[in-house]
């Protein structure tokens, strides 16, 4: 036996550096697993946006809310860049202005509607023509997924004296211990399964019971654009993001809406696009994205697939250059009703998988609430 401490966590994304995290501010000792000699999961593939106005008024909203609290004093304490940049949801159709309209009369959100003229003075990125409106909200959050696991890594180490072992797969739990590839075995009084998208290695019998669903998501990045960045620019969604966010299922409208789409181009629903940006200071711009769930999930990415995220994407935004400067995609584990799938293996081990799309989002929070409940 090595050593012993009070809280393992077996994945190193950011679930599992939010379950460290919160973990560590309860006073524990914490040992975190990861088996890639870097994340390079979703945590690092996607928009790194923190998306609040994407949550279902009450309960999911104020983690949201919980959560983007603790990004922003991850901020203020050095440990990467946040910024406080707001979204921007268009209309460029009748329905998607109603939609907007009947969000913003609920008064569930920290959100009001905003002219043209004000969306384009608050991004340059927006396509102006056909805009009818839109709906801005200030929760949003920015932050680089490419460098922010790495970044929070780095300060959970020196803050709390996190333990990070990389490159060290935990091929088996039995009871308070487990085991890594390379022979070793390890102990802790609380072991946390965060493994993301791998739902075979550890306890694959429970993750087939769970419901949880893997989706793949298409995502390209623009080259730098010419002109000068303000600070602080807004994410910017589509009119077709309405059909994806639960926090809009409350709207009467958002059938019509669906309907339309389902009706005028199909080829959007069944790959799931709908699409959003997020320009960084570099100028360069994050693009995305489609939903490809399950057994249609392939390795090879579609050519298709982007061709119709770049058509929608010009018809809401303006780029003075077009050209994709790098393409990917990520695969999220997504449970059809919950924010996450907590499981309780025993009273030491405990899964804790599934955030889907809003991982960046909701995982502080949630981590937070979980150490709270117990
Ligand atoms: C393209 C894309 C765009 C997205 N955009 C956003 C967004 O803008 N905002 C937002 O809120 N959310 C977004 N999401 C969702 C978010 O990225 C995910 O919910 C979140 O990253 C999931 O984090 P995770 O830690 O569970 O998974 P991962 O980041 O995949 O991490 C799991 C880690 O566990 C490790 N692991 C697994 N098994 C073991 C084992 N046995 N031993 C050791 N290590 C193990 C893996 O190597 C991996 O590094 C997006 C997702 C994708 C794919």
């Given at each position: 036996m090595d050593t012993d401490y009070d809280v393992a966590i077996i994945g190193g994304g950011i679930v599992g550096l939010a379950q460290a995290w919160m973990a560590a501010r309860n006073g524990y000792k914490v040992i975190v697993f990861e088996k890639t000699s870097v994340a390079e999961g979703a945590t690092v593939r996607n928009f790194g946006m923190i998306w609040p106005i994407g949550q279902p008024a009450e309960e999911l909203y104020q983690i949201a809310n919980r959560s983007r609290e603790f990004w922003l004093e991850l901020g203020d304490a050095g440990a990467l860049d946040v910024e406080p940049c707001g979204s921007i949801h268009l209309a460029h159709n009748e329905d998607e202005m109603q939609v907007l309209q009947e969000f913003v009369n609920q008064?569930?959100?920290a959100a009001e509607l905003i002219s043209p003229a004000e969306i384009c003075q608050r991004s340059?990125?927006?396509?102006?023509?056909g805009l009818l409106g839109g709906m801005y909200s200030d929760t949003e959050l920015r932050v680089d997924p490419r460098t922010a696991a790495e970044r929070i890594r780095r300060w959970l180490a020196e803050k709390f004296s996190v333990q990070f072992h990389f490159e060290?797969?935990?091929?088996s739990v039995d009871g308070n211990e487990m085991l890594s590839s390379n022979n070793q075995r390890w102990n802790a009084g609380k072991i946390i399964i965060c493994?993301?998208?791998?739902?075979?290695?550890?306890y694959p019998e429970h993750f087939a019971k769970s419901n949880l669903v893997l989706c793949k998501l298409q995502m390209l990045r623009s080259v730098a654009q010419a002109k000068p960045l303000p600070e602080n620019i807004p994410h910017i969604a589509s009119g077709l993001t309405l059909r994806h966010y639960?926090?809009?299922?409350?709207?009467?409208?958002l059938e019509m809406l669906k309907n339309r789409i389902a009706r005028q181009a199909p080829e959007l629903d069944k790959f799931g696009v709908h699409v959003m940006a997020s320009q960084f200071s570099s100028g360069e711009v994050i693009l995305g994205d489609s939903h490809e769930y399950g057994e249609n999930i392939s390795p090879f990415d579609k050519i298709e697939i982007d061709e119709l995220m770049i058509r929608e994407l010009k018809k809401v935004i303006r780029l003075n250059d077009w050209t994709i400067k790098e393409k990917w995609h990520g695969i999220y584990a997504k449970h059809p009703d919950l924010p996450v799938y907590e499981e309780?293996?025993?009273?030491s081990v405990s899964l804790f998988v599934g955030t889907g799309g809003a991982g960046m989002t909701m995982s502080f929070g949630l981590a937070n609430k979980y150490w709270n409940d117990r």
């Open positions: 008064q569930t959100h340059s990125l927006v396509n102006p023509e060290t797969l935990i091929t493994s993301g998208s791998d739902l075979n290695t550890l639960t926090s809009f299922n409350c709207c009467p409208s309780d293996i025993n009273e």
